[in-house]
Protein backbone atom coordinates (compact mmCIF):
# COMPACT_ATOMS: atom_id res chain seq x y z
CA UNK A 1 0.00 0.00 0.00
CA UNK A 2 1.80 3.24 -1.21
CA UNK A 3 0.48 6.77 -0.01
CA UNK A 4 0.52 9.61 -2.19
CA UNK A 5 -0.63 13.89 -1.38
CA UNK A 6 -4.07 15.30 -1.85
CA UNK A 7 -2.11 17.91 -3.77
CA UNK A 8 -0.18 15.62 -5.75
CA UNK A 9 2.91 16.51 -5.40
CA UNK A 10 4.86 13.46 -3.60
CA UNK A 11 6.10 10.34 -5.33
CA UNK A 12 4.25 6.98 -3.57
CA UNK A 13 5.83 6.51 -0.41
CA UNK A 14 5.32 3.34 1.52
CA UNK A 15 3.56 3.22 5.65
CA UNK A 16 6.78 3.62 7.33
CA UNK A 17 8.35 6.73 5.11
CA UNK A 18 5.18 8.98 5.95
CA UNK A 19 4.43 7.58 9.44
CA UNK A 20 7.26 10.17 11.31
CA UNK A 21 6.45 13.38 8.96
CA UNK A 22 3.52 15.80 9.16
CA UNK A 23 2.43 17.31 5.85
CA UNK A 24 3.49 15.85 2.36
CA UNK A 25 6.58 18.26 0.94
CA UNK A 26 3.58 19.63 -0.84
CA UNK A 27 1.68 21.39 1.85
CA UNK A 28 -1.12 18.42 1.16
CA UNK A 29 -1.93 15.52 3.28
CA UNK A 30 -1.12 11.97 3.16
CA UNK A 31 -3.56 9.47 2.09
CA UNK A 32 -3.40 5.70 0.69
CA UNK A 33 -3.77 5.34 -3.14
CA UNK A 34 -6.81 3.48 -2.13
CA UNK A 35 -9.22 1.95 0.65
CA UNK A 36 -8.75 -1.74 0.89
CA UNK A 37 -11.89 -3.06 0.74
CA UNK A 38 -13.50 -5.66 3.67
CA UNK A 39 -16.94 -7.63 2.20
CA UNK A 40 -19.75 -8.78 4.12
CA UNK A 41 -18.46 -11.90 4.88
CA UNK A 42 -15.13 -10.92 6.30
CA UNK A 43 -16.88 -8.22 8.46
CA UNK A 44 -19.23 -11.81 9.71
CA UNK A 45 -15.86 -13.77 10.65
CA UNK A 46 -14.22 -10.29 12.26
CA UNK A 47 -17.62 -10.57 15.07
CA UNK A 48 -15.29 -12.59 17.34
CA UNK A 49 -12.33 -11.10 17.05
CA UNK A 50 -10.75 -9.28 20.14
CA UNK A 51 -9.71 -5.91 19.69
CA UNK A 52 -6.00 -6.72 18.95
CA UNK A 53 -7.02 -9.00 16.82
CA UNK A 54 -9.38 -6.71 14.66
CA UNK A 55 -6.62 -3.92 15.45
CA UNK A 56 -4.02 -6.42 13.47
CA UNK A 57 -6.76 -6.74 10.74
CA UNK A 58 -6.90 -3.28 9.90
CA UNK A 59 -3.95 -1.90 10.51
CA UNK A 60 -1.97 -4.81 8.53
CA UNK A 61 -3.70 -3.45 5.41
CA UNK A 62 -2.42 -0.09 5.32
CA UNK A 63 0.98 -1.00 7.24
CA UNK A 64 2.05 -3.28 4.19
CA UNK A 65 5.38 -2.53 4.92
CA UNK A 66 5.82 -4.01 8.33
CA UNK A 67 6.10 -7.62 9.14
CA UNK A 68 3.04 -9.45 9.93
CA UNK A 69 4.33 -10.93 13.22
CA UNK A 70 5.16 -7.29 13.93
CA UNK A 71 1.93 -5.23 13.59
CA UNK A 72 0.95 -8.02 15.62
CA UNK A 73 3.16 -7.58 18.63
CA UNK A 74 3.04 -3.75 18.34
CA UNK A 75 -0.80 -4.08 18.62
CA UNK A 76 -0.80 -6.22 21.31
CA UNK A 77 1.45 -3.73 23.51
CA UNK A 78 -0.95 -1.05 22.84
CA UNK A 79 -4.32 -2.61 23.71
CA UNK A 80 -3.92 -4.17 27.19
CA UNK A 81 -6.42 -4.32 29.86
CA UNK A 82 -3.99 -2.50 31.76
CA UNK A 83 -3.41 0.69 30.01
CA UNK A 84 -7.60 0.89 29.20
CA UNK A 85 -9.01 -0.80 32.09
CA UNK A 86 -10.48 -3.73 30.23
CA UNK A 87 -10.12 -6.26 27.60
CA UNK A 88 -12.96 -4.49 25.32
CA UNK A 89 -10.68 -1.63 25.18
CA UNK A 90 -13.85 0.22 23.56
CA UNK A 91 -17.06 -1.15 25.53
CA UNK A 92 -20.30 -0.03 23.68
CA UNK A 93 -22.71 0.92 26.29
CA UNK A 94 -26.67 0.38 25.55
CA UNK A 95 -28.45 3.53 26.73
CA UNK A 96 -31.76 2.93 26.14
CA UNK A 97 -33.14 0.70 23.38
CA UNK A 98 -31.35 2.17 19.98
CA UNK A 99 -29.12 4.47 21.44
CA UNK A 100 -25.17 3.53 22.17
CA UNK A 101 -22.41 5.38 24.07
CA UNK A 102 -18.75 4.30 22.67
CA UNK A 103 -16.39 4.20 25.31
CA UNK A 104 -12.95 5.75 24.16
CA UNK A 105 -11.85 7.61 27.19
CA UNK A 106 -10.77 4.91 29.29
CA UNK A 107 -7.19 4.97 28.79
CA UNK A 108 -3.71 6.18 30.43
CA UNK A 109 -5.21 10.02 30.24
CA UNK A 110 -8.76 9.93 29.88
CA UNK A 111 -9.35 10.80 26.07
CA UNK A 112 -9.90 9.04 23.04
CA UNK A 113 -7.35 10.54 21.92
CA UNK A 114 -4.86 7.75 23.64
CA UNK A 115 -5.76 5.30 21.67
CA UNK A 116 -4.29 6.36 18.36
CA UNK A 117 -1.33 7.79 20.19
CA UNK A 118 -1.04 4.29 21.94
CA UNK A 119 -0.15 2.97 18.88
CA UNK A 120 1.48 5.61 17.99
CA UNK A 121 4.00 5.03 20.80
CA UNK A 122 4.25 1.66 19.93
CA UNK A 123 4.68 2.20 16.18
CA UNK A 124 7.49 5.33 16.10
CA UNK A 125 10.12 3.45 18.46
CA UNK A 126 9.59 0.21 16.04
CA UNK A 127 10.06 2.16 13.17
CA UNK A 128 13.06 4.31 14.42
CA UNK A 129 14.82 1.33 16.00
CA UNK A 130 15.16 -0.58 12.55
CA UNK A 131 16.41 2.34 10.58
CA UNK A 132 18.64 3.43 13.47
CA UNK A 133 17.25 6.84 13.62
CA UNK A 134 16.19 9.56 16.49
CA UNK A 135 12.60 11.97 16.62
CA UNK A 136 12.43 14.97 18.78
CA UNK A 137 8.71 15.22 18.83
CA UNK A 138 8.33 19.02 18.82
CA UNK A 139 4.01 19.84 19.94
CA UNK A 140 1.53 22.61 21.32
CA UNK A 141 -1.19 21.38 23.40
CA UNK A 142 -4.43 22.99 25.03
CA UNK A 143 -4.46 20.02 27.35
CA UNK A 144 -5.91 15.97 25.69
CA UNK A 145 -3.48 15.80 23.06
CA UNK A 146 -0.12 16.62 24.71
CA UNK A 147 -1.10 14.58 27.45
CA UNK A 148 -1.60 11.42 25.12
CA UNK A 149 1.22 11.72 23.56
CA UNK A 150 3.42 12.27 26.41
CA UNK A 151 1.94 8.83 27.71
CA UNK A 152 2.33 7.11 24.75
CA UNK A 153 5.97 8.26 24.04
CA UNK A 154 7.03 7.69 28.04
CA UNK A 155 10.45 5.92 27.86
CA UNK A 156 10.26 4.78 24.18
CA UNK A 157 13.70 4.22 23.31
CA UNK A 158 14.87 6.93 19.73
CA UNK A 159 12.08 9.11 21.25
CA UNK A 160 11.80 12.94 22.95
CA UNK A 161 8.80 14.89 23.13
CA UNK A 162 9.06 18.37 23.95
CA UNK A 163 5.50 19.77 24.63
CA UNK A 164 4.34 23.58 23.97
CA UNK A 165 1.63 24.42 26.44
CA UNK A 166 0.22 27.78 27.75
CA UNK A 167 1.52 28.76 30.65
CA UNK A 168 -1.39 29.00 33.46
CA UNK A 169 -4.14 28.50 30.92
CA UNK A 170 -4.82 24.76 31.62
CA UNK A 171 -6.56 23.13 33.83
CA UNK A 172 -5.43 21.79 37.09
CA UNK A 173 -5.87 18.42 36.42
CA UNK A 174 -4.22 18.60 32.94
CA UNK A 175 -1.78 20.46 34.14
CA UNK A 176 -0.22 18.10 36.59
CA UNK A 177 -1.41 15.01 34.33
CA UNK A 178 1.83 15.91 32.10
CA UNK A 179 3.99 17.96 34.30
CA UNK A 180 3.83 15.44 37.18
CA UNK A 181 5.79 13.16 34.23
CA UNK A 182 8.97 11.59 35.75
CA UNK A 183 10.54 10.05 32.65
CA UNK A 184 13.77 11.50 31.19
CA UNK A 185 12.68 12.06 27.27
CA UNK A 186 9.33 14.37 28.38
CA UNK A 187 9.93 17.76 28.48
CA UNK A 188 7.25 19.98 29.49
CA UNK A 189 8.32 23.87 28.17
CA UNK A 190 5.33 26.54 29.69
CA UNK A 191 5.27 28.90 27.18
CA UNK A 192 4.29 33.17 28.46
CA UNK A 193 1.37 33.03 26.03
CA UNK A 194 -1.59 31.31 24.78
CA UNK A 195 -1.97 27.83 22.96
CA UNK A 196 -2.58 29.87 19.24
CA UNK A 197 1.30 31.68 20.37
CA UNK A 198 2.62 28.12 21.27
CA UNK A 199 1.11 26.50 17.48
CA UNK A 200 2.66 29.54 16.01
CA UNK A 201 6.00 28.76 17.39
CA UNK A 202 5.73 25.30 16.63
CA UNK A 203 4.92 25.91 12.98
CA UNK A 204 8.23 28.30 13.14
CA UNK A 205 10.39 25.63 13.83
CA UNK A 206 9.16 23.56 11.33
CA UNK A 207 9.51 26.09 8.95
CA UNK A 208 13.17 25.92 9.47
CA UNK A 209 14.51 23.56 7.31
CA UNK A 210 17.83 23.18 8.34
CA UNK A 211 16.98 23.35 12.05
CA UNK A 212 14.23 20.81 11.69
CA UNK A 213 16.87 18.42 9.60
CA UNK A 214 19.62 18.62 11.88
CA UNK A 215 18.04 18.15 15.22
CA UNK A 216 15.27 15.19 13.55
CA UNK A 217 12.28 17.25 14.73
CA UNK A 218 9.21 15.29 14.33
CA UNK A 219 4.98 15.96 14.66
CA UNK A 220 2.29 13.71 16.57
CA UNK A 221 -0.25 16.11 15.93
CA UNK A 222 -3.96 14.94 14.68
CA UNK A 223 -3.08 15.20 10.82
CA UNK A 224 -0.48 12.06 11.35
CA UNK A 225 -1.95 8.86 9.28
CA UNK A 226 -0.82 6.52 11.87
CA UNK A 227 -3.24 8.24 14.57
CA UNK A 228 -6.39 8.49 11.53
CA UNK A 229 -5.65 4.57 10.73
CA UNK A 230 -5.45 3.51 14.92
CA UNK A 231 -9.08 5.30 15.07
CA UNK A 232 -10.25 3.24 11.83
CA UNK A 233 -10.50 0.14 14.10
CA UNK A 234 -13.12 1.02 16.56
CA UNK A 235 -15.39 2.31 13.74
CA UNK A 236 -15.50 -1.74 12.85
CA UNK A 237 -15.62 -2.62 16.52
CA UNK A 238 -18.47 -0.27 16.88
CA UNK A 239 -20.52 -1.42 13.92
CA UNK A 240 -19.92 -5.02 14.56
CA UNK A 241 -21.36 -4.76 17.92
CA UNK A 242 -24.22 -2.34 17.64
CA UNK A 243 -25.47 -4.01 14.11
CA UNK A 244 -28.45 -6.38 14.53
CA UNK A 245 -26.94 -8.25 11.32
CA UNK A 246 -24.47 -7.26 9.00
CA UNK A 247 -25.69 -4.85 6.24
CA UNK A 248 -27.92 -3.47 8.78
CA UNK A 249 -26.81 0.91 8.78
CA UNK A 250 -25.53 2.06 12.06
CA UNK A 251 -25.16 6.22 12.44
CA UNK A 252 -22.37 7.40 14.59
CA UNK A 253 -22.46 11.03 16.03
CA UNK A 254 -18.88 12.30 16.73
CA UNK A 255 -18.16 15.64 18.54
CA UNK A 256 -15.83 17.48 16.42
CA UNK A 257 -12.92 19.98 16.26
CA UNK A 258 -9.96 19.22 13.89
CA UNK A 259 -12.01 16.49 12.16
CA UNK A 260 -9.78 13.67 12.58
CA UNK A 261 -11.82 10.97 14.27
CA UNK A 262 -14.60 11.72 12.24
CA UNK A 263 -12.07 11.14 9.30
CA UNK A 264 -11.32 7.91 10.22
CA UNK A 265 -15.42 7.15 10.01
CA UNK A 266 -15.22 8.46 6.42
CA UNK A 267 -12.76 6.10 5.67
CA UNK A 268 -14.13 3.23 7.48
CA UNK A 269 -17.21 3.72 5.34
CA UNK A 270 -15.17 3.87 1.83
CA UNK A 271 -13.68 0.36 2.92
CA UNK A 272 -17.50 -1.09 3.18
CA UNK A 273 -18.41 -0.66 6.68
CA UNK A 274 -22.13 -0.46 5.93
CA UNK A 275 -22.46 2.80 8.27
CA UNK A 276 -25.36 4.96 7.27
CA UNK A 277 -24.81 8.36 8.51
CA UNK A 278 -21.68 10.14 9.52
CA UNK A 279 -23.14 13.21 11.99
CA UNK A 280 -20.42 15.75 12.95
CA UNK A 281 -21.64 17.38 16.25
CA UNK A 282 -19.31 20.96 17.07
CA UNK A 283 -19.84 23.11 20.21
CA UNK A 284 -20.08 27.17 19.54
CA UNK A 285 -17.40 26.88 16.84
CA UNK A 286 -19.52 25.63 14.20
CA UNK A 287 -17.34 25.86 11.20
CA UNK A 288 -18.06 22.20 10.38
CA UNK A 289 -21.71 22.36 10.83
CA UNK A 290 -21.89 25.78 8.41
CA UNK A 291 -19.93 23.51 6.25
CA UNK A 292 -21.74 20.22 6.04
CA UNK A 293 -25.29 22.30 6.08
CA UNK A 294 -24.75 24.47 3.40
CA UNK A 295 -21.46 23.63 1.49
CA UNK A 296 -19.84 26.43 2.62
CA UNK A 297 -16.54 26.41 4.28
CA UNK A 298 -15.65 29.65 6.08
CA UNK A 299 -12.34 28.94 8.83
CA UNK A 300 -12.81 31.83 11.16
CA UNK A 301 -9.21 33.45 13.15
CA UNK A 302 -8.38 31.99 16.32
CA UNK A 303 -9.42 35.87 17.78
CA UNK A 304 -13.17 34.62 16.27
CA UNK A 305 -12.58 31.28 18.10
CA UNK A 306 -14.55 31.24 21.25
CA UNK A 307 -13.27 29.57 24.07
CA UNK A 308 -16.24 27.13 25.46
CA UNK A 309 -16.82 24.73 28.06
CA UNK A 310 -16.00 22.09 25.23
CA UNK A 311 -12.27 22.96 25.01
CA UNK A 312 -10.84 20.61 23.14
CA UNK A 313 -13.36 20.98 19.96
CA UNK A 314 -12.82 24.79 20.18
CA UNK A 315 -11.16 24.67 16.49
CA UNK A 316 -12.04 26.62 13.32
CA UNK A 317 -9.68 25.68 11.02
CA UNK A 318 -10.51 21.76 10.44
CA UNK A 319 -6.92 20.01 9.21
CA UNK A 320 -8.21 16.55 8.64
CA UNK A 321 -11.34 18.44 6.69
CA UNK A 322 -9.16 18.50 3.00
CA UNK A 323 -8.61 14.24 3.61
CA UNK A 324 -12.36 14.15 3.17
CA UNK A 325 -12.63 16.96 -0.10
CA UNK A 326 -9.67 15.01 -1.75
CA UNK A 327 -12.42 11.68 -1.60
CA UNK A 328 -15.56 14.25 -1.98
CA UNK A 329 -14.03 15.75 -5.60
CA UNK A 330 -12.74 12.37 -7.03
CA UNK A 331 -9.84 12.72 -6.08
CA UNK A 332 -8.77 15.39 -8.07
CA UNK A 333 -5.56 16.72 -6.47
CA UNK A 334 -5.67 19.69 -9.12
CA UNK A 335 -9.00 21.19 -7.79
CA UNK A 336 -8.16 20.45 -4.06
CA UNK A 337 -4.89 22.37 -4.65
CA UNK A 338 -7.13 25.02 -6.11
CA UNK A 339 -9.62 25.03 -2.96
CA UNK A 340 -7.09 25.11 -0.45
CA UNK A 341 -4.97 27.86 -2.12
CA UNK A 342 -8.55 29.86 -2.44
CA UNK A 343 -8.76 29.38 1.97
CA UNK A 344 -5.44 30.39 2.33
CA UNK A 345 -6.56 33.66 -0.19
CA UNK A 346 -10.19 34.34 1.09
CA UNK A 347 -10.38 32.16 3.96
CA UNK A 348 -12.39 29.66 2.17
CA UNK A 349 -14.60 27.91 -0.49
CA UNK A 350 -18.34 27.04 -1.60
CA UNK A 351 -19.54 24.48 -2.51
CA UNK A 352 -23.11 24.94 -1.79
CA UNK A 353 -24.08 25.66 -5.72
CA UNK A 354 -21.63 22.72 -6.60
CA UNK A 355 -22.71 19.04 -7.37
CA UNK A 356 -20.44 17.93 -4.53
CA UNK A 357 -22.60 19.84 -2.06
CA UNK A 358 -25.23 16.56 -2.44
CA UNK A 359 -22.93 13.97 -2.68
CA UNK A 360 -21.50 15.34 0.88
CA UNK A 361 -25.04 13.49 2.25
CA UNK A 362 -26.12 11.45 -0.43
CA UNK A 363 -23.06 9.52 -1.45
CA UNK A 364 -21.00 9.55 1.94
CA UNK A 365 -23.45 9.99 4.13
CA UNK A 366 -22.36 13.05 6.22
CA UNK A 367 -24.86 15.15 8.47
CA UNK A 368 -24.23 17.79 11.34
CA UNK A 369 -25.60 19.46 14.03
CA UNK A 370 -24.43 21.84 17.04
CA UNK A 371 -24.53 22.15 20.60
CA UNK A 372 -24.10 25.20 23.04
CA UNK A 373 -23.37 26.01 26.74
CA UNK A 374 -26.19 25.60 27.61
CA UNK A 375 -27.49 22.14 25.33
CA UNK A 376 -24.26 20.75 27.33
CA UNK A 377 -25.70 21.56 30.84
CA UNK A 378 -28.70 20.01 29.59
CA UNK A 379 -28.08 17.02 28.17
CA UNK A 380 -25.46 16.83 31.29
CA UNK A 381 -28.36 16.63 33.36
CA UNK A 382 -30.90 14.95 31.08
CA UNK A 383 -27.97 12.04 30.62
CA UNK A 384 -27.65 11.37 34.74
CA UNK A 385 -31.54 11.40 35.18
CA UNK A 386 -32.28 9.57 32.37
CA UNK A 387 -29.49 7.22 32.07
CA UNK A 388 -27.75 7.40 35.41
CA UNK A 389 -24.64 7.96 33.69
CA UNK A 390 -22.32 11.17 34.09
CA UNK A 391 -20.76 12.20 30.36
CA UNK A 392 -18.28 14.83 29.77
CA UNK A 393 -19.08 18.36 28.19
CA UNK A 394 -17.93 16.96 24.83
CA UNK A 395 -19.41 14.11 24.57
CA UNK A 396 -22.59 16.23 25.91
CA UNK A 397 -22.32 17.98 22.68
CA UNK A 398 -22.48 14.45 20.71
CA UNK A 399 -25.54 12.94 22.70
CA UNK A 400 -27.57 16.18 21.93
CA UNK A 401 -27.16 16.22 18.67
CA UNK A 402 -28.15 12.24 18.39
CA UNK A 403 -30.94 12.96 20.56
CA UNK A 404 -32.43 15.10 17.40
CA UNK A 405 -30.64 13.23 14.64
CA UNK A 406 -31.37 9.37 15.29
CA UNK A 407 -33.38 8.04 13.27
CA UNK A 408 -36.50 5.55 13.61
CA UNK A 409 -35.00 2.09 13.25
CA UNK A 410 -31.26 3.08 12.83
CA UNK A 411 -29.18 1.98 16.07
CA UNK A 412 -27.02 5.31 16.80
CA UNK A 413 -23.84 5.11 18.54
CA UNK A 414 -21.96 8.26 19.70
CA UNK A 415 -18.30 8.81 20.67
CA UNK A 416 -17.88 9.33 24.27
CA UNK A 417 -14.24 11.53 23.77
CA UNK A 418 -13.45 12.09 27.34
CA UNK A 419 -14.25 11.15 30.66
CA UNK A 420 -15.99 14.12 33.02
CA UNK A 421 -13.04 14.06 35.64
CA UNK A 422 -11.31 16.05 33.31
CA UNK A 423 -13.75 18.69 33.23
CA UNK A 424 -14.85 19.16 36.47
CA UNK A 425 -15.78 22.91 36.59
CA UNK A 426 -18.86 21.90 34.33
CA UNK A 427 -20.17 18.60 35.93
CA UNK A 428 -20.43 21.03 39.11
CA UNK A 429 -22.12 23.47 37.25
CA UNK A 430 -24.78 21.13 35.36
CA UNK A 431 -24.85 18.68 38.51
CA UNK A 432 -23.80 20.35 41.60
CA UNK A 433 -21.30 17.75 42.44
CA UNK A 434 -17.74 16.75 41.16
CA UNK A 435 -17.20 13.54 38.70
CA UNK A 436 -15.54 10.53 40.06
CA UNK A 437 -11.98 10.24 39.34
CA UNK A 438 -10.20 7.00 38.10
CA UNK A 439 -8.16 6.17 41.74
CA UNK A 440 -5.16 5.90 39.75
CA UNK A 441 -5.11 9.85 39.64
CA UNK A 442 -6.87 10.36 43.20
CA UNK A 443 -3.40 12.31 44.54
CA UNK A 444 -2.59 13.58 41.08
CA UNK A 445 -2.67 17.68 41.72
CA UNK A 446 -0.03 16.67 45.08
CA UNK A 447 2.40 14.43 42.76
CA UNK A 448 6.40 16.53 42.17
CA UNK A 449 5.67 19.10 38.65
CA UNK A 450 8.18 19.13 36.46
CA UNK A 451 8.21 21.39 33.76
CA UNK A 452 10.43 25.00 32.55
CA UNK A 453 8.52 28.33 31.35
CA UNK A 454 9.95 30.01 28.21
CA UNK A 455 9.34 33.19 27.00
CA UNK A 456 6.94 33.62 23.80
CA UNK A 457 9.59 33.00 21.42
CA UNK A 458 10.49 30.44 18.89
CA UNK A 459 14.47 31.30 19.09
CA UNK A 460 14.26 30.78 23.10
CA UNK A 461 12.39 27.54 22.26
CA UNK A 462 14.70 26.12 20.02
CA UNK A 463 17.89 27.41 22.82
CA UNK A 464 16.02 25.23 25.22
CA UNK A 465 15.71 21.93 22.69
CA UNK A 466 19.46 22.18 21.54
CA UNK A 467 20.98 22.71 25.62
CA UNK A 468 18.36 19.62 26.42
CA UNK A 469 19.70 17.41 23.96
CA UNK A 470 23.35 18.24 24.65
CA UNK A 471 22.63 17.83 28.38
C1 LIG B 1 -9.49 16.18 20.37
C2 LIG B 1 -10.85 16.09 20.98
C3 LIG B 1 -12.03 16.27 20.22
C4 LIG B 1 -11.99 16.62 18.76
O1 LIG B 1 -11.52 15.57 17.94
P1 LIG B 1 -11.04 15.86 16.45
O2 LIG B 1 -10.39 14.61 16.01
O3 LIG B 1 -10.07 17.01 16.55
O4 LIG B 1 -12.24 16.22 15.64
C5 LIG B 1 -13.25 16.10 20.86
N1 LIG B 1 -13.33 15.84 22.18
C6 LIG B 1 -12.22 15.68 22.95
C7 LIG B 1 -12.39 15.41 24.40
C8 LIG B 1 -10.95 15.80 22.39
O5 LIG B 1 -9.85 15.66 23.17
Known amino acids: ?124 EYVLARRGERVNIVGATSGDTGSAAEYAMRGKRGVNVFM ?102 HIARQMGLPIGRLVVATNENDVLDEFFRTGNYRVRSSADTLATSSPSMDISKASNLERFVFDLIDRDSEELARLWQEVDRTGGFDLGKTPYFARMVGKF ?18 AKSRWNRVIDPHTADGVKVALEQRREGVSMVTLETALPAKFETTIVEALGEKPQRPAKFADLEKQPQRFQVVGNDAAAVKKLVVETLAS
Open 1 to 124: MDYISTRGGMAPQSFCDILLGGLAPDGGLVVPERYPHIDAATLERWRTLSYPQLAFEIVSRFATDIPAEDVKRLVEAAYTEAQFGSADITPLTRLEDGLYLLELSNGPTLAFKDIAMQLLGQLF
Open 164 to 265: LSPHGRMSPFQRAQMFSLADANIHNLAVEGTFDDCQDIVKAINADAAFKAEYKIGAVNSINWGRVVAQVVYYFRAYLAAAPKIGDPVDFVVPSGNFGNICAG
Open 365 to 382: GFASGKSTHQDRIDTIRL
